[in-house]
């Protein structure tokens, strides 16, 4: 069973930054796709961003492109998301979650394409 620890959120005024980290138990976590998702109160969850389990394909929702980066290193069994210009729209939270994949398999952003997740990190951007 996959498990996943995320860290690095907090409090950050508009137009800051966050890097956030998402701590896998697998060793193999090259076979798997990642993402990372957010929740705000009284919203769906929405896919942010996510990677292929090669790390060569990425997708963005369209209100962090250019804002945020999904990264992964497989040999430190950790995935990231680095997160610029914040907004307060950006203020909810943040999960990471992983899927086994195929290689060369497109990442999903649905969250129900999803198999395990971690517990979340709140990421509040203050105005």
């Not at 959120?9 to 090259?30: A, H, I, K, Y």
Request: glycine share 12%; net charge neutral.
């Amino acid at each position: 069973q996959l498990q996943l620890v995320e860290s690095g959120g907090g409090l950050v005024q508009s137009g800051g930054s966050l890097r956030l980290s998402c701590l896998t138990s697998e060793f193999t976590l090259n076979q798997y796709g990642v993402g990372w998702f957010r929740q705000a109160p009284g919203k769906e969850r929405e896919g942010v961003a996510c990677m292929d389990s090669s790390g060569q394909k990425t997708k963005y929702a369209n209100s962090v492109k250019g804002r945020f980066t999904i990264s992964r290193d497989n040999a430190k069994k950790t995935v990231h998301l680095q997160m610029e210009n914040l907004k307060p729209e950006d203020t909810a939270v943040y999960s990471c979650a992983a899927i086994m994949a195929l290689p060369g398999a497109e990442p999903p952003m649905a969250p129900y394409e999803y198999d395990y997740w971690g517990q979340g990190t709140q990421v509040t951007v203050s105005s």
